[in-house]
């Protein structure tokens, strides 16, 4: 299938001075270029994130107001991923059939009803149902049926040239999204508890009624996406007949033709399903360190164990999270020099060493330390990857093969939170820093032994 042209200008070598070659190496020309469709897009990543963040903050805080104990957090977390797992993959196989931005639409309305259903229940089982069926990051990672289908609209839009430069701005887009949601939400807490001495339970679900808003208005950006976004439909090439075979049988009768499949689910071709098969292994082991040590129980660590209080959780996180949005820039240029693969190990295994470490040594300065320290390289591995998988499967595939790899990711990073949860109630709550650490190092390992030999896509073009 024959890439999607695109309106994007293939950047020239820089000549002259050294903001040129920044202004070029790190793609800001690629996205200042782009087509409309793609800005939108990424306005809807940062709205998205942004609530994520917001949420995320506060998710293990809201349930110790409504006397959730430890336990149950976990496997809330858990629960919560399987479920998006089974929902999000049925929406992502469809999407090409159905339509991208239907889908997209669909999603956002979910994401309201969970926002306003947290924002008005207390009970436990009605929360992880709207959860389940909504759209409710326990982690602050992405979750729900967008990623998938954004990542496959860009690529289709992008020329494979640049398309390391899209996705490190997307990326970006996501980690300051996230990074502006924590800081928001905790002083948003913080003045409504002592300012206006509202009780923390209330001011908590004042941010989930926020949620509420940034979802509406997440649908009203996916009404305004043109239809530049669907899956191109391409017909199949008739096979080449002999020439005596050519001639109709009977004058002014033409031999029927077949109609074109239509399938409703897509087909992967036996080379794409080796890759995914390796990829889904080797991410699922990444993915379920990431459930282990997610975003909401590091900040549930950081409040019970050194008694931090809500504005300063903003800031801390706030503060990671903007490091690891500025390091994704880093990536797009570093990626251009050594290649996707390389990239991927070389950036992300430091980072697990620094997660392992965050509860070793006493104090909160020295944790602090290595926190940010992990933040400054953990995603630089996600657009050298999300580059890396768009590259290696044909175009058609895309949105269900990146559909399918968020549905292994969010499985295995169900099994994690239940694990921490347990962790938590036998007081060996430190101890889930380090087994991250040491699952995401293997996946760095095994990332580079089994992909380090893959130097072109699938159309030849070195990657």
């Known amino acids: 299938m024959a890439e999607a042209e695109s309106d994007i200008q293939l950047p020239p070598q820089p000549q002259a001075s050294i903001f040129q070659r920044v202004y070029h ?11 409309k469709d793609i800005k939108i897009l990424f306005f809807q990543r940062f709205v998205r994130l942004f609530a994520y963040g917001q949420s995320t903050l506060i998710l293990t805080l809201y349930f110790g107001r409504l006397g959730i104990d430890d336990a149950h957090k976990g496997l809330f977390m858990s629960l919560t991923l399987f479920g998006d797992m089974l929902i999000s993959f049925c929406l992502t196989l469809v999407a090409d059939s159905l339509g991208r931005r239907k889908i997209l639409a669909l999603g956002a309305v979910m994401m309201a ?11 436990f089982w009605i929360l992880l149902a709207a959860a389940i069926i909504g759209v409710i990051s326990p982690s602050g990672n992405e979750i729900g049926p967008f990623r998938a289908i954004e990542e496959s609209t860009l690529a289709q839009l992008t020329p494979a040239e640049v398309r390391s430069d899209i996705f490190g701005w997307y990326a970006l887009t996501g980690a300051f999204a996230a990074a502006l949601g924590n800081l928001s939400c905790g002083w948003i807490v913080h003045v409504l508890h002592t300012v206006y001495e509202w009780d923390l339970l209330r001011a908590y679900r004042m941010i989930y009624l926020l949620y509420t808003g940034f979802a509406l208005l997440k649908l009203l950006l996916t009404a305004i996406l043109s239809a530049e976004c669907e899956a191109k439909v391409v017909k199949p090439r008739a096979e080449a007949l002999p020439a005596h075979e050519q001639t109709p049988l009977l004058d002014g009768q033409q031999p029927p033709t077949a109609a074109p499949r239509r ?3 897509p087909h992967i071709s036996p080379e794409s399903r080796s890759i995914l098969l390796q990829l889904s292994l080797i991410m699922g082991l990444d993915s379920a360190a990431s459930g282990v040590a997610n975003s909401s129980w ?26 690891t949005a500025l390091s994704s820039l880093a990536a797009v240029s570093i990626s251009k020099r050594i290649g996707l693969v390389k990239t991927m190990v070389f950036t992300h295994l430091p980072s697990a060493i620094f997660l392992a470490l965050v509860p070793v040594f006493p104090g909160l300065a020295p944790a602090l330390t290595f926190l940010i320290l992990r933040s400054s390289l953990a995603q630089m591995d996600v657009a050298p990857r999300s580059a890396f998988i768009a590259a290696v499967v044909l175009p058609s595939e895309r949105t269900a093969v990146m559909g399918w790899v968020n549905v292994v990711k969010t499985c295995a ?19 889930f820093f380090i087994l991250a650490g040491c699952m995401k190092a293997t996946y760095d390992l095994l990332i580079l032994v089994v992909f380090s030999r893959v130097r072109t896509d699938r159309e030849g073009r070195r990657l």
């Open 298 to 323: 590091i900040t549930y660590y950081f409040a019970k164990t050194f008694s931090v209080d809500q504005s300063t959780l903003g800031i801390i996180f706030f503060t990671t999270n903007l490091v």
């Open 25 to 35: 190496s790190i793609g800001l020309h690629t996205f200042l270029s782009s087509p």
């Open 263 to 265: 399938s409703f689910f």
């Open 413 to 431: 990073q169900g099994i994690g939170p239940t694990i921490t949860g347990w962790l938590a109630s036998t007081n060996h709550f430190g101890v």
């Open 113 to 123: 009803g969970a926002g306003a259903t947290f924002a008005l229940a207390s009970n």
